[in-house]
């Protein structure tokens, strides 16, 4: 099985800096693409960054200039630098990736259990 683990989610001021983290963790042989997804409530789901493995990234309109995604390949970790946080950017921030398990030849869409960030005003 492949488990993803997120931190670093919070309570911040706008204007403020956070940092999350995301190691995928399990029977892995591969981690393909790996990326952020966020959630407000109410809302659907929606992109916020996601990042190849070979480092190709894109970013959701709404976050480019202030977030950066980035990967260490090494410990199956993607991480996101949010800053110049907004309180529109307030919602739970779930981690994905595409992976092969070393048990199967084929890529999996996994979820972490999501992590809160709330931006204050």
Do not use: H
């Not at 492949?2 to 042989?29: D, H, K, N, P």
């Not at 981690?31 to 952020?36: H, L, Q, R, T, Y």
């Not at 992976?99 to 204050?120: K, L």
């Amino acid at each position: 099985q492949v488990q993803l683990v997120e931190s670093g989610g919070g309570l911040v001021q706008t204007g403020g800096s956070l940092r999350l983290s995301c190691a995928a963790y399990g029977t892995i042989f591969r981690v393909n693409a790996m990326g952020w997804y966020r959630q407000a409530a109410g809302k659907q789901r929606e992109l916020v960054a996601r990042i190849t493995s070979g480092g190709s990234t894109n970013y959701a309109d709404s976050v480019k200039g202030r977030f950066t995604i980035s990967r260490d390949n090494a410990k199956n970790t993607v991480y996101l630098q949010m800053n110049s946080l907004k309180p529109e950017d307030t919602g739970v921030y779930y981690c994905n990736a595409d992976a092969v398990r070393t048990d199967r030849p084929y890529s999996y869409n996994y979820w972490g259990q999501g992590t809160q960030v709330t931006v204050s005003s």
